[in-house]
């Protein structure tokens, strides 16, 4: 407008939190993610192990289907039936990673948006945080806060007693499920940051995974070694995951020799479970040192 009319006031309307600001970029991000039907189609699909999880464990306190079936005998509640379905939540959760996670940081790098962001009162650190917040969001809405309702779900029909006894699987739910979210939202924001076409930062994160794990199993299978899963991403989740859920221990491989007559088992031990953690936080240190190099507010091109 011209200056001379002097039309112009400063917005009097009420501010939006500082604290909150980050929480716009996900808003956003939602309105795009779920205009497409297929992705709403495989977020839906996902909850379906957790709807399994649920009838399984009501089936358990119906007592015509203990009768009938079995049940506690055949599937018992315990950390091992808890961790089979934090494992599959946890294979959907790298799946719907590849499809958000990939576009996200790097739409703003290719067209030049990170300016736009920073120039405004919005920080570095607000705009990594807001961009987390989509894949933070969406990954626990499948994996640790359902699978907390299951719990609540069981100890509700088993009885306090059962619910102060394996109070402790609930923090094995929560903190395996919040590790495996931050390593995969960290991940995929670096490569998303590095890589800008969304075709090739997908197949890059698929490579990521997929290729160390390959390499993991075959020196495990051939040479009976288990050094190669300190380098799979998968692996080491698995090994927390273990460790968390108290089912951590050694692997039994079993060989059978040339003449196909004999047959033997060969028990590997895995690396020890602090250098599982310790692989995952220095991936995380990694991806936030290579993150903070590229988002800024310009780049230098020599």
Known sequence: MAVYEHTYRRYAGPLTPEWSRFLIIPRH?????????????????CFVPLLVEAILIYLHHNFS??????????????????QTFVTFQAGFAFLLTILVGPPLVARDLTN?????????????SEYVLGKMCVLLILLSAITWAPQLLLFALQAYLEGFSWFVENLWLASAIF??????????????????????????????????????????????????????????????RRNVTAGLFGT??????????????LAREIVVNEPPLWLSWFGLFLLCAICLALLSRKVKAYEVIS
């Open 29 to 45: 991000a939602y309105r795009d993610v779920f205009k497409s039907k297929l992705f709403t189609a495989f977020f839906v699909v």
């Open 112 to 124: 030049n948006a990170l300016p736009l962001y920073l120039c405004r009162p919005f920080s570095r």
């Open 248 to 261: 951590f221990g050694p692997l039994v491989r079993q060989v059978t020799e040339f003449d196909g007559n």
């Open 65 to 82: 289907a203990i009768a009938t079936m079995n049940l506690k005998a055949l599937i018992p509640i315990d950390a091992s039936f808890f």
């Open 175 to 236: 903190l395996s499920g919040v590790m495996w979210i931050l390593v995969l939202t960290l991940l995929s924001q670096t490569v998303s940051a590095w890589v800008k076409w969304r075709l090739a930062s997908s197949a890059a994160l698929l490579g990521l995974y997929l290729i160390p794990l390959v390499f993991a199993e075959f020196v495990f299978h051939e040479l009976h070694l288990s050094f190669g899963h300190l380098l799979s991403i998968e692996a080491l």
